[in-house]
């Protein structure tokens, strides 16, 4: 009997070991591309926990030390001249990850063309997709992105916050069909790729509405403004889901005894607070 117990304990203790915590899958892996020093061709190896799809002939791509914020290497794709694109084509590396408890992806990055024109992203663009969807690129109304780009920001929207897998891309992707090419090599450099946790990975508090860590009367404020309202079931302020109509919540009493239960409360590690 103690025999079979310690088995189960030790079984236990192996499982346990083998899931990742919920805080270990959300970091992004070798964000800053030092795992492997160089590699002369993703088309070839993938870096350290991304995969790299990179059309041969379309595109080049490679973790260089020619430019880093962080340690010694960054991630590097480029178009190439005269190759005929469709408006599309596309050169990225992808990770999974899950994003529940994220609260921003931040990375810096470089663009420079190759005989030093004006890079059009309007021609070519440089992107941050989830799960296919582009949700961060540069505004296409600035006539020339060329340039060092530091701590750019994706505020991690709710739709990627639900509890499974993500897939997040970084890459290069072609806006216009030309036949002939382009007369240039558009060429984009990443480093220190992070994902930045809610509250320091103390996650969000039901009630916290604004995500700053704190259940508070700026909350209640964001709760009064929808008082009374039908609400998507999934919606952030539906906190209770006991009163919903077949596909729709309300934002009512049940929601906000809720947050009163958390009232005045913070999400931060127990050691920061
Ligand atoms: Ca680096
Ligand atoms: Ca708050």
Request: hydrophobic share 40%; charged share 20%; proline share 3%.
């Amino acid at each position: 009997m103690t025999r079979n117990l310690i088995v189960i304990g030790a079984m236990m203790a192996m499982l346990l070991a083998a899931n990742p915590t919920q805080a270990d899958i959300c970091e992004i892996v070798n964000g800053s591309f030092e795992d492997n020093g160089r590699i002369n061709n993703l088309a070839d190896q993938d870096p350290n926990g991304w995969i790299a799809e990179i059309p041969p002939g379309q595109f080049t791509a490679k973790t260089d030390a020619s430019w880093s914020t962080d340690g010694s290497f960054s991630l590097n794709i480029a178009s190439q001249w005269f190759q005929a694109f469709t408006a599309g084509d596309t050169a990225k590396v992808s990770q999974q990850i899950c994003l529940a408890d994220v609260d921003e992806i931040k990375f810096d990055m470089k663009l420079e063309t190759y005989t030093g024109a004006k890079w059009n992203p309007n021609d070519v663009t440089v992107f941050v997709m989830i799960d296919d969807n582009i949700v961060w690129e540069p505004n296409n109304a600035v006539p020339d992105i060329r340039g060092i780009h530091l701590e750019q920001v994706y505020e991690v929207e709710d739709q990627y916050r639900a509890d499974e897998l993500h897939t997040i891309s970084f890459g290069l992707m072609v806006n216009v069909d030309t036949a002939s090419g382009f007369f240039e090599f558009y060429r984009a450099w990443w480093d220190n790729i992070e994902s930045v946790l809610i509250c320091n990975g103390g996650g969000v508090l039901a009630g916290d509405f604004n995500r700053d860590c704190y259940v508070d009367m700026n909350d209640l404020k964001l709760a009064a403004d929808v008082w009374l309202a039908e609400v998507p079931a999934s919606d952030r302020y539906n906190l209770n889901q006991d009163d919903d109509t077949e596909t729709n919540g309300i934002v009512n009493f049940m929601d906000f005894s809720i947050l009163a239960g958390n009232w005045l409360l913070n999400s931060y590690p127990q050691e920061q607070q």
